[in-house]
């Protein structure tokens, strides 16, 4: 089995109003469509351009973002359908109640929308943004397989993709947001160290470019890089392709699956299959969901994030 994905390194700058952010959006999904993609992935935080709209010159309150929910979801979700692709549209801040989370989600060809809150909040989140943590991992059974989304700051705690290994997910879709090197090279040196230890691939990508009036988010410094396990089916590196960058562009790779399966019974190593449970907790027999397309959006209301 084998999968085709794209990974957007979005491109943040102050815009005028909606529609410039739905065409900009619309552009790297009909970009990444002419190389025939079957899954898209925006980075982190995409929707925080939409806070640079101002007839002031000074940007909105983060607080500002959930009044765009609908129209965010809209764009998405009609994009997939009409080109017949996966969309991880990055994550958007959304309402429940009266908290707000960090949730990205999965638009699918048919209409259903899938969604996955961040567990792991920064200092920023929590503080400055006022952010909920979510409470559950959820993993998302497609035609290609099962596939999770563990969001920037989560790829960084193992415990996590050992959950999702677990529960069958072979794809890990990490869309990120960091604004220095610093920042950047937690997420990717952690997800290099994800791939080895469970034997899937990591799919990651960030925001590049800046909001100048938008809090927190002046600065961006990204790359994607589609990330593979370090044995001989793959790169020398574990990394298959890659952006250039700060750039605004796409990358674009074909996961060939079989290959997991097949370094994880013969491979130089047998990550997987050599944990040792008689010393620790086998994580990969946690409880988390498994949600077929017919069951998202009957689970979106009533979501436990």
């Known amino acids: 089995m084998k999968m085709r994905v ?34 898209i992935l925006f980075p982190e935080f995409v929707t925080t ?44 801040v ?35 943004w006022g952010i909920t943590p979510g409470e559950s991992l959820r993993i998302f059974e497609t035609p290609k397989g099962k596939i999770a989304m563990i969001t920037c700051y989560d790829i960084e705690f193992p415990e996590v993709v050992r959950m999702a290994r677990g529960m069958g997910a072979d794809v890990i879709f990490s869309p990120s947001c960091t604004d220095d090197r610093h920042g950047f090279n937690r997420v990717r040196y952690t997800s290099h160290a994800r791939t080895i230890e469970n034997q899937v691939y990591v799919v990651t990508t960030g925001t590049v470019g800046s909001l100048p009036t ?16 370090n044995d001989v089916p793959f790169p020398q590196d574990g990394i298959l392709v890659k952006g250039e960058i700060n750039n605004d562009m796409i990358i674009t790779a074909d996961l060939d699956l ?32 498994t949600l077929h397309p017919a069951e998202w959006l009957s689970a979106n209301s009533k979501v436990q994030v």
Do not use: C
């Open 6 to 39: 794209s990974a957007v390194q979005y491109h943040l700058h102050t815009i005028q109003n909606f529609q410039q952010f739905a065409d900009q959006v619309t552009h790297y999904v009909k970009t990444a469509v002419e190389f025939n993609t079957e899954f």
């Open 49 to 92: 351009q939409l806070l640079s709209i101002s007839d002031t010159g000074q940007g909105q309150p983060f607080q500002n973002l959930t009044l765009y929910t609908d129209a965010y979801s809209e764009l998405f979700s009609r994009l997939a359908v009409e080109n017949g692709v996966y969309i991880i549209g990055g994550t958007h």
């Open 94 to 128: 959304t309402q429940k109640g009266d908290k707000v989370y960090n949730v990205a989600h999965l638009f699918s060809p048919d209409g259903h929308i899938g969604e996955q809150a961040k567990l792991h909040l920064t200092p920023t989140e929590v503080i400055d």
């Open 214 to 229: 938008v809090d927190f988010m002046r600065g961006n410094f990204g790359q994607a890089a589609v990330i593979t396990p």
């Open 258 to 289: 079989s290959l997991l399966y097949e370094v994880r019974e013969h491979g130089s190593v047998t990550t997987w299959r050599d944990r040792r449970f008689d010393l620790y907790p086998d994580l990969g027999k946690v409880e988390t969901e």
